[in-house]
């Protein structure tokens, strides 16, 4: 029981939470300009509530008890001199002084007093007049400009017709104008100001996937915020860096494939001068064996490093590598799209493009090759009919001189490398390699490169 009231307390708590993320902004610039947009909003709010409560509420009511206190003196003045000399006067002296119209209805009587105004205004002027004078009285809008007192006196009804602008305060709309302007303006500003700043995060964003696609960005260089400057500061060293270890492992590699090359031709030009002997040609065998091994490691581990990337035609770049095995009497069904122009190291490509589709022709009779642009990469199928690739083998192709075909001859298969070589390639780009079951029956090579 204990457990299960304890399971019915967390969900109810942690689910508001999860469907309030939903709605929160992703964006690092929305997230700010909510944080900045969120007091502002409160302290409107707190702003205009108090201005409304203390303010506005105050004001009307002071104005509605200067009418009162108008229509009072009027009342009363009318009760202590009675007559129509007295009557002329105040008239007069309600419209050139007080801005007050005043009639009167002799003989008639108020009936069917209304229900009090929902206007604020109308409401304060009524407590103020109740205050103010004890004779029976009505409140209603004469028009949208002016408001009707009437009240009953002794032989008549006096009406007294008062302007809308004494009963309220137009500063109230001019402070909400100035209130909803000003907040406007201020969230104008954060947002030049927060887009500059959210600017240099999404400048090292892009410089950092293009050089995980392989290319430079020259045109990065820190500024902004401090954090932003350091973190780019922090790519720029972690960028020249690895540049190094790849310049380093290249010329590492050019020494030991002279030394190694070296040996090998001596070796060679020994064998050819021994006289004929069954050793000296397994001999001969084993020592080509060593070199195509050597080749394809110093391939593999110098991933054309030196090559630079720049705009190539990779529709272009594939019916190249497919003509070459079609030249061979290679049966493969090429179909392209359109043409696909994009930054690339065409030589590595190449390369690339030549372990894949050789490795389908070696073990296959039907290759097709396809290439389109799906959404913002390029996509490359080769599909075969051959014997395909166990699931479960699948990662293990990828890595250095691992073989299906477990023996060395060079006639079933390579040294190991080339599907090695094809994905270094394709991640040096920034895409990658996959391996399905193909509808031919065979394997299928998804090869995806971005654009």
Known sequence: MADHAHASTEIPATAPRFRLKAFLPKSLLGRSLLIILTPLILLQL??????????????????GASVAGDVGVIVSYLRDHPGPAARAWMVAEARNHMQLEVTFADGEVLRNLPAEDSDISLTALADALKTTITLPFQLSNADDDRVAIRVQTADSVLSVTTPKKRLSSFTVYLFLVWMVGTSLLLFGVATMFMSNQVRSVRRLAIAAESFGKGRDAPWFKPEGAT?????????LVMRDRIKRQIDQRTEMLAGVSHDLRTPLTRMKLQLAMMPSDPNAADLKEDVAEMERMVEGYLAFARGEGREAMRPANLSELVESVVGRFTRNAAPIDLHIERGLTMPLRPHAVERCLSNLIGNAVRYAEHVAVRVGQRADAVEILIDDDGPGIPAAKRDDVFRAFVRIETSRNPETGGVGLGLTIARDVARSHGGDIQLDDSPLGGLRVRMLLPL
């Not at 707190?46 to 104005?63: C, E, N, P, Q, S």
């Open 227 to 235: 954090e932003v400057r350091q973190a780019a500061q922090a790519f």
């Open 46 to 63: 707190v702003t205009a509530t108090v201005f409304y409560d203390r303010h506005w509420g105050t004001i009307t009511k002071r104005l």
